[in-house]
């Protein structure tokens, strides 16, 4: 079954701590995207990626990094630097420029 | 980076009612989508417009892509309770997409 699979459903933090939120997809797009979505917001881009081994910041990218080892995968960490962490997390993907994107079904951060 | 202003921010409407929203943008965008997102999901892909003055639809949903490439409309026709959701616009521009504010939909039986 082809998508994007974002794991864990629901996360828990605690201060000071480093947390990585999975994506993966199987549809053999180029690009990736993380957002973070706040209640009554629309999406802020974190991080994106069009290829392998290349990203680039989004508007809020402070707390957060990346990785793009593998074409189908692009991990999210929040850093303990992110000092308000606590929201919804989109990751979402496209096949090539011009196409529209895909979303996974998201990670709720919450801190403990 | 940018967010479009999408309106309505909410509405409240009867079942078997059309509906209205749009998004604008001080910006010229090649592409407009429109998604819905259920409580707790991922946004769903509605519709897709990539030429300015375009006009599709999917089922009781029609979307344009204004001749200014700086609006998007969506409309819904005969309101069901699953249209319940909120609704967000979104434009491309190069390898990034901005996103409106969305729009917040209840339907009463």
């Known amino acids: 079954d082809g998508g994007i699979t974002q794991s864990p459903k629901y996360l828990f933090r605690k201060e000071g701590q480093n947390v990585t939120l999975s994506c993966e997809q199987n549809?053999?797009?180029?690009?990736m995207y993380w957002y973070r979505q706040d209640p009554g917001q629309g999406l802020r881009l974190i991080y994106y990626?069009?290829?392998?081994?290349?990203?680039q910041k989004g508007d809020i990218a402070e707390g957060y990094s990346v990785s793009r080892e593998k074409k189908e995968s692009f991990p999210l960490t929040v850093t303990s630097a992110q000092k308000n962490p606590t929201a919804f997390y989109l990751c979402?993907?496209?096949?090539?420029?011009?196409?529209?994107?895909?979303f996974g079904d998201g990670t709720r951060l919450s801190i403990l | 980076g940018q967010q479009l202003n999408q309106s309505p921010q909410s509405m409240f409407i009867q079942e078997g009612e059309d509906v209205s929203m749009n998004c604008t943008s001080s910006?010229?965008?090649?592409?407009w989508l429109w998604y819905k997102q259920d409580p707790g999901e991922g946004p769903v892909l509605l519709i897709a417009?990539?030429?300015?003055?375009e006009l599709t639809s999917n089922g009781r949903l029609t979307a344009q892509f204004g001749i200014t490439r700086k609006d998007s409309f969506l409309n819904i026709s005969a309101s069901i309770p699953s249209d319940v959701g909120i609704y967000f616009c979104?434009?491309?521009?190069?390898?990034?997409?901005?996103f409106g504010t969305g729009t917040s939909l209840t339907v009463i039986p």
């Open positions: 979402a993907s496209r096949l090539h420029q011009g196409q529209p994107q895909h």
């Open positions: 549809l053999n797009h180029d690009a």
């Open positions: 990626s069009q290829i392998v081994n290349d990203f």
């Open positions: 910006s010229i965008f090649n592409t």
């Open positions: 417009l990539y030429k300015a003055g």
């Open positions: 979104a434009g491309q521009a190069g390898n990034q997409f901005y």
